[in-house]
Nanobody, 123 residues
Framework: QVQLVESGGGLVQAGGSLRLSCAAS????????MGWFRQAPGKERAFVAA????????SYADSVKGRFTISRDNAKNTVYLQMNSLKPDDTAVYYC????????????????WGQGTQVTVSS
């Protein structure tokens, strides 16, 4: 099991940027593929981005392609989500999650989840 703590959320105007961080502790971070998901009020949790343990392969939801970038620093046990050109529709609680194998957008394959960080984009 790995413990995950997200940070970096906040209030930003449309068109602005934020960088979310997810610090991991517990089992060996490099053993895990990582993902970011989000949940807006009244909506189901949705996939945002995922990255392999090596960082060599990433995937994104169509709604964020070209605007968001997922990356990881295994030396710091941290995964990041750089969010640019933010839109009001990006408003949600953002969660990072860990999987023992690359799981892409399939949330049920992620065993460990953080508590989430709120991102609010004003118009």
């Amino acid at each position: 099991q790995v413990q995950l703590v997200e940070s970096g959320g906040g209030l930003v105007q449309a068109g602005g940027s934020l960088r979310l961080s997810c610090a991991a502790s517990g089992r060996t971070f490099t053993s895990y593929a990582m993902g970011w998901f989000r949940q807006a009020p009244g909506k189901e949790r949705a996939f945002v981005a995922a990255i392999r343990w090596s960082g060599g392969s990433t995937s994104y939801a169509d709604s964020v392609k070209g605007r968001f970038t997922i990356s990881r620093d295994n030396a710091k046990n941290t995964v990041y989500l750089q969010m640019n050109s933010l839109k009001p529709d990006d408003t949600a609680v953002y969660y990072c999650a860990a999987s023992s194998y690359y799981s892409g957008s399939i949330s049920r394959y992620y065993a460990d989840w953080g508590q989430g960080t709120q991102v609010t984009v004003s118009s």
